[in-house]
């Protein structure tokens, strides 16, 4: 009987330490202005350029970075909607991409503006851009290339997971 209990403890323990093993653990990250913490999907690689993350996973690739609306001297700042406005014909428009999604999300305690666009003709080509808006600058998390089958799922994962953190707690 002790057998069979100190057994049963003991797979326990393994099983919780193996749990603990398996879940990705966070980063603390810096781009540019931002300071945050997020968890890379299983199976991707990380690059840390800086002012911009990059997140692959064979061919497929996601960015995560900063972008600054152009201000004339004297004018007020952009809002968000307008600054990811244009961006999005910065970034969707040069390959002949249309918006066909746009929502608003709140993650973890910040308001999150989503765009789905696809090819104006074909409605093939899908890709996601989410921006966040924090002192004048945009925070961009963009499917630069690759199917949305393969991306989406990583995308979302790590859109769920962006915490921003105080700069001093930040292990960047």
């Known amino acids: ?5 100190a057994s049963i403890a003991c797979l326990a323990a393994s099983l919780l ?19 945050l913490r997020l968890v890379v999907p299983d199976g991707w690689e990380h690059l840390d350029h800086g002012r911009e993350q990059i997140f692959r996973e064979g061919e497929t690739r996601i960015s995560l970075a900063e972008f600054a609306a152009p201000l004339l001297e004297g004018t007020t700042p ?11 014909e910065q970034v969707f428009d040069e390959r002949r991409l249309e918006l066909w999604k746009r929502e608003r999300r709140m993650v973890r305690g910040a308001e999150w503006i989503v765009l789905s666009a696809w090819d104006r003709v074909t409605h093939a080509n899908q890709t996601r851009l989410a921006c966040v808006e924090g002192g004048g600058y945009l925070l961009v998390l963009r499917i630069d290339r690759g199917p ?3 991306a989406n799922a990583a995308f979302e994962g790590l859109l769920e997971s962006i915490e921003f953190v105080a700069a001093e707690t930040s292990a960047g």
């Open 1 to 5: 009987m002790r057998r069979s209990t």
């Open 78 to 88: 952009p809002s968000a909607d307008s600054m990811a406005v244009l961006l999005f």
């Open 17 to 35: 330490a193996l749990g603990a093993c398996s879940r990705p653990a966070a980063r603390d990250l810096q781009v540019g202005h931002f300071h």
């Open 148 to 150: 949305i089958e393969r």
